[in-house]
């Protein structure tokens, strides 16, 4: 199999490209192709000819895309877009990269794929447009929405993640304010990466929800991986609205995996050993660098 990888330098993307690293792989990036670019995605998807295309490039800044609407709508939802176009064209299967940020949040219990999203921030709202316009195109593109993503190469647009955040500021010796109001599935890129490989090989279609296993606030979040690291933080719990970021976020935006669990596969691994696995591995990183 011949595997497009687009937005392969991205924390998800990598992984990715490892958990395809038996098939052939052409990883691509804003440099090789601007997604927003329909012309150029036509002419880059006939020149590769893959056997599948994944994206996983978006415009990943949430707070940036309250002010920057137009790229963001080119990325998020124009770029899925003109990939389903030439993906249809050529008869190449597509799997899209989605978010939790679809949800408004408002739930109060795990989202799973048969309910209904209406997003609360332009990221959501762009990555929502993304999903449609590819299933309109392709009905059977598979839409793979993930949340809270942590990974070893730090996010393209964002230079961290959480994890690599708490640890950085935790450092520092003092307070931290951190949200205690909003819900996600923290989930390790590197199980996300590995259930992605298992669907394309099961070829499934259709939304699809993948996280690691449970929910907590950004609060617990932290004190989970302060915890694993052996640092002592003091925490400030904030509400989101107390911290005052320019987008909304969801409240409980936390996943259930219904479909993975259709397809019969088993549940990923709890959120918490995945931040102690993630930790171990940079660990062992830094040993092997140092
Ligand atoms: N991060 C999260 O917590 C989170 C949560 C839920 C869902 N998601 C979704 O998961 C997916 C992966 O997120 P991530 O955190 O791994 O992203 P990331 O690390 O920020 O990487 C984004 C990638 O997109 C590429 N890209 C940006 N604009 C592009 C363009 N116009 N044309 C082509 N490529 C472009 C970047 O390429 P360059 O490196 O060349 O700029 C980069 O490789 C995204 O769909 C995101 O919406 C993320």
Same mark, same amino acid.
């Not at 998020?76 to 990939?83: D, E, K, Q, S, V």
């Given at each position: 199999? #011949?595997?497009?990888?687009?937005?392969?330098?991205?924390?998800?993307?990598?992984?990715?490209?490892?958990?395809?690293?038996?098939?052939?792989?052409?990883?691509?990036?804003?440099?090789?192709?601007?997604?927003?670019?329909?012309?150029?995605?036509?002419?880059?998807?006939?020149?590769?000819?893959?056997?599948?295309?994944?994206?996983?490039?978006?415009?990943?800044?949430?707070?940036?895309?309250?002010?920057?609407?137009?790229?963001?709508?080119?990325?998020?939802?124009?770029?899925?877009?003109?990939?389903?176009?030439?993906?249809?064209?050529?008869?190449?299967?597509?799997? #899209?990269?989605?978010?939790?940020?679809?949800?408004?949040?408002?739930?109060?219990?795990?989202? #799973?794929?048969?309910?209904?999203?209406?997003?609360?921030?332009?990221?959501?709202?762009?990555?929502?447009?993304? *999903?449609?316009?590819?299933?309109?195109?392709?009905?059977?593109? &598979?839409?793979?929405?993930?949340?809270?993503?942590?990974?070893?190469?730090?996010?393209?647009?964002?230079?961290?993640?959480?994890?690599?955040?708490?640890?950085?500021?935790?450092?520092?010796?003092?307070?931290?304010?951190?949200?205690?109001?909003?819900?996600?599935?923290?989930?390790?890129?590197?199980?996300?990466?590995?259930?992605?490989?298992?669907?394309?090989?099961?070829?499934?279609?259709?939304?699809?929800?993948?996280?690691?296993?449970?929910?907590?606030?950004?609060?617990?979040? &932290?004190?989970?991986?302060?915890?694993?690291?052996?640092?002592?933080?003091?925490?400030? /719990?904030?509400?989101?609205?107390?911290?005052? &970021?320019?987008?909304?976020? /969801?409240?409980?935006?936390?996943?259930?995996?219904?479909?993975?669990? *259709?397809?019969?596969?088993?549940?990923?691994?709890?959120?918490?050993? &995945?931040?102690?696995?993630?930790?171990?591995?940079?660990?062992?990183?830094?040993?092997?660098?140092?």
């Amino acid at each position: 199999m #011949h595997v497009m990888v687009v937005g392969a330098r991205g924390q998800l993307g990598r992984d990715i490209v490892e958990a395809f690293g038996d098939c052939k792989v052409t990883p691509y990036d804003s440099e090789d192709m601007n997604i927003g670019d329909e012309a150029k995605v036509q002419q880059q998807i006939a020149f590769i000819g893959p056997d599948l295309v994944i994206n996983c490039a978006a415009f990943t800044r949430v707070d940036e895309c309250e002010r920057e609407h137009l790229r963001a709508f080119q990325i998020n939802a124009l770029g899925p877009l003109h990939l389903a176009l030439a993906c249809k064209r050529w008869r190449i299967p597509l799997m #899209h990269i989605s978010t939790n940020y679809v949800f408004d949040g408002g739930k109060g219990a795990p989202y #799973h794929e048969g309910d209904s999203a209406r997003p609360i921030n332009a990221y959501g709202v762009t990555k929502r447009a993304g *999903e449609e316009y590819a299933l309109y195109t392709l009905p059977n593109a &598979a839409i793979v929405r993930v949340s809270g993503l942590f990974g070893l190469t730090p996010s393209r647009m964002k230079g961290t993640n959480f994890v690599e955040a708490m640890l950085r500021l935790g450092g520092k010796g003092s307070p931290l304010r951190i949200v205690c109001d909003e819900v996600i599935s923290p989930t390790f890129t590197q199980d996300a990466a590995a259930r992605i490989r298992q669907l394309a090989d099961f070829n499934a279609t259709g939304l699809i929800h993948l996280a690691n296993q449970g929910a907590c606030s950004w609060m617990d979040f &932290a004190r989970c991986i302060f915890d694993a690291a052996g640092m002592s933080v003091e925490i400030e /719990p904030v509400t989101a609205e107390q911290y005052g &970021a320019p987008a909304r976020r /969801p409240k409980d935006s936390s996943f259930e995996c219904r479909r993975i669990a *259709e397809l019969g596969l088993p549940a990923m691994r709890p959120w918490r050993e &995945a931040v102690e696995d993630y930790l171990a591995q940079r660990a062992r990183r830094e040993s092997e660098t140092s």
